[in-house]
């Protein structure tokens, strides 16, 4: 007979398991999208370091769209290998800079809340778990 909880545990069994959020979810709905007045982006790869400042609004939509699908789960941020990583800081019209985004090629992301509440809390780091598009990001830099 099966316990009626929902949890496993009666049985000796674990009910770990990590649930999947969307960037919305994990940081973005702590931000007013609409209040982003720019978007800075420094590409690092094998050439070197590439720094751009996006301030179009629907460039900056673009980008966050862009972030908001993909699909995360929370990770240690232990020895990350990447071939080109991109900075981004979602920089608001009344508090500056907002957010800080490292995202390793397509498979990891750290982020970070400038004034955060919680300073412990402020860096979070995420496996990239889908095959999200990072052309709005890319494009930046073409």
């Given at each position: ?14 009910t ?8 919305q ?71 500056g ?46």
């Amino acid at each position: 007979m099966r316990p009626q909880s929902s949890s496993w545990s009666a049985w000796g069994f674990s009910t770990f398991h990590q649930k999947t959020l969307t960037l919305q979810e994990a940081v973005l709905y702590k931000l007013d999208t609409n209040r982003v007045a720019s978007i800075e982006i420094i590409k690092r790869d094998q050439q070197g370091e590439h720094t751009k400042n996006v301030t179009n609004s629907e460039e900056i939509n673009e980008i966050l769209n862009s972030l908001s699908a993909a699909k995360l789960k929370k990770s240690g941020s232990s020895d990350i290998q990447f071939t080109e990583s991109y900075w981004i800081t979602l920089k608001t019209k009344d508090k500056g800079s907002a957010y800080g985004l490292t995202l390793y090629d397509n498979d990891y992301i750290n982020t970070f809340e400038y004034n955060a509440a919680v300073p412990k809390k402020a860096s979070r780091s995420y496996k990239i778990t889908n095959d999200f598009d990072t052309a709005a990001i890319r494009n930046v830099f073409k």
